[in-house]
Nanobody, 127 residues
C-alpha cells in the first residue's frame, strides 16, 4: 500500500528557511513522480514543485522559482523541499503527493493529477 509521510513544517520569520520531507513507502520509488502542493486558509490548493524521481526532472510554480528547490534521495525514498527566502504569502498547509510516471508530465503540477496523498504539514511565516 502506498504511504506518504510529510514532515518538517514549522514557524519561521520572513526571510527564513525550512526544509520539508516526504518519505514514501509501498512504491518503486524511481518509477514515481512526487509533488508538493499547498493550501492556505480560504484559498484553493496550488501546486508548488514536482520531481520525476527516475530522471530528476523538476518543475516549479513561478511563485517559488529561485527560492524553493525540490530534490530526492532515492536511497531513503525521500523527497525534500528546501524553502528559502520565505515570505508570509508562503504560509499554508503543505502536502506531498505521488503518482506513477506513466503519462506523467510536469503540467500535472497544475492539474493536480496525483493519486496518493500524504498528510499536511503546517508552514507559518511571520513578518
Amino acid at each position: 500500500e502506498v504511504q506518504l509521510q510529510a514532515s518538517g513544517g514549522g514557524s519561521v520569520q520572513a526571510g527564513g528557511s525550512l526544509r520539508l520531507s516526504c518519505t514514501a513507502s509501498g512504491v518503486t520509488f524511481e518509477h514515481f513522480a512526487i509533488a508538493w502542493f499547498r493550501q492556505a486558509p480560504g484559498k484553493e490548493r496550488e501546486g508548488v514543485a514536482t520531481i520525476d524521481v527516475g530522471d530528476g526532472d523538476t518543475y516549479y510554480d513561478n511563485s517559488v522559482k529561485g527560492r524553493f528547490t525540490i530534490s530526492s534521495d532515492n536511497a531513503k525514498n525521500t523527497v525534500y523541499l528546501q524553502m528559502n527566502s520565505l515570505n508570509p504569502e508562503d504560509t499554508a498547509v503543505y502536502f506531498c503527493a505521488a503518482r506513477g510516471t506513466s503519462f506523467y508530465t510536469g503540467l500535472d503540477l497544475i492539474s493536480g493529477r496525483y493519486y496518493y496523498w500524504g498528510q499536511g504539514t503546517q508552514v507559518t511565516v511571520s513578518s
